[in-house]
């Protein structure tokens, strides 16, 4: 009996593409449904049940072949298909860090990884949102920019977003951002700071993370407290570019006492600082945002409002396997974040 590879590579197409086409589900062009159900009569195939009797669904590529209720429920490794995890550029330690974890699930779950970095470079979203509609990919997390044609197309029913907010009914995974700009207002206020610089990050897609951004700001102007705001831009960013424009701000700004902002950039502050003799935390106060493992391998340790990475991974793989099993999926997860106290508060 014939199985969907074999029909996939008779009819040139991709195996999820095959799956779809004889499901009569997803998206699929009429040219190659035509192919796939043309290639099917021509090598026998018979679906399930056609011949009265169960047919085991194929485990290769494609929803049709993976039952999985979630990422804890344990299959042999590889013998699922791939899911394709889309980021800025794993080489940042936040981004490093929850594709471990995420890495990790998804092999609890029977499937392979695979990695996209899009470094800056909006063609490849493109190719890798490519893949996924040629069936070459079960899935996607994705965070990354996403212009307006490209949502569009997009197969909703098999993408999860990390952090970006990307609607057209994609489930949104991510912190609980609000509470985290909460936390680190609160932080700032009870340091003594009087002055408050905001450091955040240029991104074409909204980002949910910078909703900590916008309530640490509204919060600290309620006490009172005045906050200058400046940026990075995503695409041009590199540590190297970090410590510059930190030290550009600081140089900008030299009545700032208190600064709120990721990890790697807090973590520049502090070496900035102290290349300045600018005493912390007497004169200067330091929040990060991430709970990355970078705050701890300087002196003194960055406190930070921390993530947690693990819970955001097993989330991201939990709803997305929901999503390629047809279950339903809620708008959004929103997963707490807390405290992790050092030395620059």
């Known amino acids: 009996m014939a199985t969907i590879r074999e029909i ?82 794993v080489s940042l330690p936040f981004y490093g860090n929850y594709l471990k974890y995420v890495q990790l699930e998804l092999e609890n779950a029977g499937y392979r990884t695979m990695i996209f970095n899009t470094l800056g470079q909006q063609r490849r979203v493109a190719e890798t949102l490519a893949l996924l509609g040629e069936g070459l990919l079960d899935g996607l997390i994705m965070n990354a920019d996403a212009a307006e044609d490209e949502l569009a197309q997009m197969d909703a029913g098999r993408v999860v977003s ?13 912190s609980d951002h609000r509470r985290g700009g909460q936390l680190a207002a609160k932080l ?30 509204r919060i600290l102007k309620k006490h009172n407290i005045p906050v200058t705001g ?27 006492d208190g600064i709120f902002t990721d990890d790697v950039e807090a973590y520049c502050a502090l070496s900035q600082a102290k290349k300045r003799g600018i005493r912390v935390p007497r004169d200067l106060k330091i929040v ?3 709970g990355s493992e970078i705050t ?20 991201s ?23 992790q106290k050092g030395g620059t508060t």
């Open 8 to 89: 996939a590579r008779e009819a040139g197409v991709g195996l999820g593409t095959a799956s779809r086409a004889l499901q009569g589900s997803g998206c699929v062009s009429e040219e190659k449904r035509k192919r796939v159900r043309e290639a099917a009569e021509r090598l026998g195939y018979v679906p399930p049940g056609g011949d009265g009797k169960k047919k085991k669904q194929p485990s290769e590529r494609g929803t049709g072949g993976r039952r999985t209720s979630g990422a804890g429920q344990k299959g042999a490794a590889g013998d699922g298909g791939a899911i394709g995890v889309l980021l800025p550029d």
């Open 162 to 174: 990390f952090e970006r907010m990307l609607g057209n009914g994609i489930p949104l995974v991510a």
């Open 188 to 217: 700032l206020i009870s340091s003594g700071c009087k002055n408050v610089m905001i450091i955040g990050a240029r991104h074409h897609t909204p980002v949910y993370a910078d909703i900590r951004i916008g309530e640490c700001s």
């Open 230 to 256: 400046v940026e990075i831009r995503s695409e041009d960013y590199s540590f190297q570019s970090c410590g510059e424009l930190i030290s550009e701000y600081l140089d900008r700004y030299p009545w700032v």
């Open 288 to 290: 990060g945002y991430d």
């Open 296 to 315: 701890r391998m300087i002196e003194p340790q960055v406190t930070t409002i921390a993530q947690n990475m693990p819970m955001l991974a097993r989330t």
């Open 317 to 339: 793989v939990e709803v997305l396997l929901k999503k390629l099993n047809g279950q339903e999926t809620e708008e959004r997860y929103l997963i707490p974040v807390e405290i």
